[in-house]
């Protein structure tokens, strides 16, 4: 099986807010080397030897340790490129609905979406959990997998990595942050709110909601 990276030229030409070309074309080297590096673990997990196992080391417990990482960036970065520019910037009355279901309001995610941002060394992802029926929103750091959340669906997906900004902004990452939660695409959000189902109408508050709301 072979993975191939998408395309995300239509972002070019000032169609994803507050990034630029250059910017842009870095990160998309940046993600089709996961994409590369992906298809190359899969490759050798083929036919590794797998009859002497060993956590400490061995070429298949290695493969297998680094398989989430690039898997992890490989789709992470295609659900962020997806989910910016060239699309509506407001949430639609739904995804308001939802998303106040979750964090009391949608100014209470916004908040906390932001702060989520400042405090990440790695990603900001929106999640929908299927036992709790609501959203959170996850902090994920180290290699694209500590803070992961099990059996949520991904909502959101944005970049806080350096490589993602520094071009454009150097250390000004507040500005980045702004232009980001500013220049969503709500119209694949919308869709992904929907697919991923919807809070219960009294879901048991979000931690960030009742914060927020003192």
Known sequence: MVREPKKFEHLLGGN?????????KEHFKLYQGYVKKLNEIWERLRTVDRSAPNYSFDEYSEL???????????????????NIG???????AEAKR??????????NWLADAKACLMSAHGWLIVAFDYKEKRLFN???????DGGLMAN???????????????IDYLTNKEDYVSNMLAGLNWDVINRRLRAGGSPVEKARPAPEAVVMQH
């Not at 998303?99 to 009391?104: D, E, K, N, V, W």
């Not at 996850?138 to 694209?144: A, V, Y």
């Not at 991904?154 to 993602?164: G, N």
């Open 64 to 82: 297998k340790r680094r398989e989430p990482i690039a898997f992890n960036g490989t789709v992470l970065h295609e659900l962020y490129f997806e």
């Open 98 to 107: 939802i998303i106040s279901g979750s964090f009391g309001s949608f100014d």
């Open 138 to 144: 996850n902090l994920i750091h180290t290699e694209h």
């Open 152 to 166: 949520t669906h991904i909502m959101i997906a944005v970049d806080a990595w350096e490589h993602a900004y520094f």
């Open 86 to 92: 060239n699309g509506s910037t407001q949430p639609d």
């Open 16 to 24: 994803a807010k507050g990034l630029s070309d250059l910017q842009l």
